[in-house]
């Protein structure tokens, strides 16, 4: 099923062991930005998620994939975080993951995509023939609890 991810976390993206991914042989990372690493307009990281993300830019090369429109908030983003980022990435479609391969300059099997949506940043990594991992929103975020209920759904679909 194109919606299952090639690794299944059970845990938001600080949870993510960046051992296991080199061991693995990824060498780059695509990342969804809002409730993967960042919480939906907030414009900065909470603690946990700014120390995952210094240690894993010491390892591998990094670039945000947003389906995010707001292009003012995404420029604030990117010179916060100094990470250049992919906005407006319509996935699951390819174009904006072509765009994040060529920026990382890394072959397909060297890259994983990273998300917490089924849908979009897992089915459009499989569909582009990538390695993806979903993980859950992070844990600082408190969600609505019909955003979870869906949300819910579609990771049980994952998993199959
Ligand atoms: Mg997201």
Redesign the pocket.
Known sequence: MLIRPTYYIDGDITDLDQEMLLEAGIKGLIL?????LMAPKTGSLDAEADRWLARARETFKIVILSNNKRRDYLDAVEKKLDLFIIGHAAKPWASGFEKALEHLNLTKEEVAAV???ALT?ILGGQLFNIRTILVMPLKSIEEPALKTCLRNIERSLARR
Do not use: F, I, N, V
């Open positions: 969804d930005l809002d409730s993967t998300g917490d949506r940043d």
